[in-house]
């Protein structure tokens, strides 16, 4: 390291630690800051929570009811075609004997989540929550309506058109995620930090579940009424258009009541705060900072995801026609036995999950979950043939192992939108769970291929069956080993914290780069520091002189120094110096670590990464500026005034 390098880690280490005592000190008498226990190795966090106003207070519950409410109805879409699918598979033979639009029926759904995932992740991070959410409403009315309307020259041409209902319903159903799950899990950050996890998932998974049956009430009553004749493998006398139409008929009406409160909902505090402090402008420095620090949760995140989709919907699409081939049933019984094991198991089993998932913690929650499915699928298979001998005791089992995946599916939920800050938590979990329904559309895309090869390629039979099930406890084994390396553990840690550390390791890289690339105080003085941006740097890199790009390199980062009210070389140098030791809360890394760096160096590191948390910039500005920081509040978010501002502007000169 060179005389200049040494001098400010000197420098910047001895100023760091008297800074950092003043701010403990000032942090104990200060009303209103919480430190909460950190989920591992002694760690904590100052949040500095204003208390909330009734009108807070009263937008909170109410998004928490649009959020219900909306769940419910992406519940009752989920399962809508479940039944039509058997339906429509034993009525005309041209379906049943077409595997393309047996699979069509399971993944079109499934596409339009992905990319509605995808596109508004950005749309609820770039535009608002609540924007998004009003666009998602919309997409889900529209799919409704097409499907009341579906039609074709031939029975397979009108269930390609019931696929295009569902997939334009299922591109708002995606964005239903990205929008709502951020949303709610900052409103109940707000609300309590311990409990967070609880509440998140009883507005959504709950919600979810119980209206996944909704659908089977309502298919139920209409197939009584149209269809209480038809048996599957011998349909008679049943007037399909009543249940498929009305299935989507009178899904509208709570389609359009949502709609209808979205209009009130609002963005959570700490979104507002957060898109004040960014002014919705994203730089280099997201991307370095999510690329260089997020990588292994993101493993953990989007895999699991990946399989547990892959087994719920897989399972799930084709659950009726498994029934039949096991025990063979009437449609009608069918769907009485779908509503009797949800109330026996399934929709009281989430809450449970939902209860525990903060005592327990989310890594430990799903270790419980997979190591349920994996161990009770290894059962299930192996005694297949004595359980299809007794269908109540098939009936029975396979509803109380079903039960328990929502002990993975409350965490996968959660994990998400708590491992990412505000300003990329949306996009973060459409990317996450995006590629997590790329497993559902795998899953029910190969289900029916893998038990016809393994029965032999020319029907389907019991051997291919149970081979399938086989696979499937393999999966949930494979699941049970990525969830205990790569799961992060977020409970009862402040999504604020983890605010303040994104911001800071913004901030501490940005000096580096600094100092690597050059940057002169000529530089952070100039008065055209705006009009450098990420798009036309990498258009040098890739198209320009090379001088060009070095200097072009050396003004943007010195537009980023500025945009971080970073305006003096001396300031520069002591952020440089801070520590950009930041630990990602998954047991990989920890390992590694650990290994990397000794017990004690580890225990430093975790130290860094905790003080990194609470860590108040603004005493770096009455350091370095040498005058207090007025500030007021926005959004209960201490912000910078414009006048202090203009302060900065004049001492850059």
Not at 367 to 381: D, F, H, K, M, S
Not at 455 to 480: C, H, I, P
Not at 595 to 607: A, M, S, T
Request: contains cysteine.
């Amino acid at each position: 390291m060179n005389g200049l390098g040494a001098r400010v880690d000197v420098v910047g280490e001895e100023m760091f630690r008297s800074s950092m005592e003043i701010l403990r000190a000032s942090q104990e008498q200060e009303a209103g800051v919480h430190n909460n226990s950190a989920a591992d190795e002694g760690g904590f966090e100052a949040n500095k929570l204003a208390p909330l106003s009734e009108e807070d207070k009263s937008t909170i519950r109410f998004n928490a009811f649009g959020t219900a409410a909306g769940f419910f109805v992406n519940g009752y879409m989920y399962d809508i075609n479940s039944v039509l699918l058997t339906m429509f598979t034993d009525i005309f033979p041209s379906v049943g004997n077409d595997v393309t639009v047996q699979s069509a029926v399971g993944v079109s759904m499934l596409y339009g989540v992905m990319f509605g995932l995808l596109a508004f992740g950005f749309i609820a991070d770039y535009f608002g929550r609540k924007k998004g959410l009003i666009m998602c409403s919309c997409l889900v009315l529209l799919g409704n309506i097409l499907g009341v309307a579906m039609n074709g020259t031939t029975h397979v041409g009108m269930v390609w058109m019931m696929c295009i209902a569902l997939g334009v319903a299922g591109l708002g159903m995606g964005g239903e995620y990205t929008c709502n799950v951020p949303n709610v899990m900052e409103d109940s950050e707000q609300v309590n930090t311990a409990t967070r996890g609880r509440r998140v998932a009883m507005l959504v998974m709950c919600l979810e579940v119980i209206g996944n049956f909704a659908p089977f009430v309502v298919q139920l009553i209409l197939v009584a009424i149209a269809c209480r004749n038809a048996y599957l493998g011998a349909a008679s006398h049943c007037n399909w258009n009543v249940v498929a139409r009305l299935s989507f008929g009178i899904a509208t009406i709570p389609v359009i009541t949502v709609l209808i409160f979205r209009t009130r909902m609002k963005d959570s505090l700490m979104f507002k705060k957060d898109q004040q402090r960014r002014q919705r402008k994203y730089d280099g420095l997201d991307l370095f900072v999510l690329l260089r620090y997020f990588v292994p949760r993101s493993v953990g995140t989007v895999i699991m995801w990946f399989l547990i989709d892959w087994i719920n919907y897989s399972q799930g699409t084709f659950g009726g026609l498994i029934l039949q081939h096991v025990i063979g049933v009437s449609l009608f019984k069918s769907i009485w036995l779908s509503l009797a094991e949800g109330a026996a198991w399934l929709i009281w089993l989430p809450f449970v999950a939902a209860y525990v998932v903060d005592k327990l913690g989310r890594r430990k929650t799903e270790l419980v979950g997979w190591l349920w499915l994996a161990c009770t699928q290894i059962i299930n298979t192996g005694f297949f043939y004595q359980l299809k001998a007794q269908p109540i005791a098939w009936i029975i089992w396979s509803t109380f192992v079903a039960g328990f995946q929502y002990f993975v599916f409350i965490p996968v939920y959660l994990v998400p939108a708590e491992a990412f800050p505000t300003r990329i938590r949306a996009t973060m979990y459409g990317v996450s769970s995006a590629l997590g329904k790329m497993g559902g559309i795998v899953g029910t895309t190969t289900f029916p291929t893998i038990w016809l090869r393994w029965s032999g390629g020319v029907t389907q039979n019991d051997a291919g069956l149970r081979k399938t099930m086989w696979f499937y406890g393999g999966m949930e084994f494979l699941g049970l080993i990525i969830c205990f390396f790569f799961v992060p553990e977020y409970s009862h840690r402040s999504l604020l914290g983890e605010d303040t550390r994104f911001v800071e390791l913004r901030r501490r890289h940005c000096c580096r780069f600094a100092l690597k690339w050059g940057v002169t105080q000529e530089d952070l003085n100039r008065e055209d520091l705006r009009r450098y941006n990420l798009r036309s740097l990498l258009q040098l890199k890739l198209f320009g002189q090379k001088e060009s790009y070095l200097e072009y390199r050396r003004f943007y980062i010195a537009s980023l120094c500025s945009s971080e009210k970073i305006l003096k070389m001396d300031h520069v140098e002591y952020v440089a110096a801070l520590p950009t030791d930041y630990k990602d809360l998954t047991l990989f890394s920890s390992l590694l670590l650990k290994r990397k760096l000794g017990k004690e160096g580890y225990k430093q590191f975790v130290k860094n990464s905790e003080e990194m948390g609470y860590y108040d910039n603004s005493k770096e500005m009455e350091m370095f500026y040498g005058k207090s920081i007025e500030s007021k509040v926005v959004d209960d978010v201490p912000t910078l005034t414009a006048e202090n501002l203009d302060d900065y502007s004049k001492d850059r000169h």
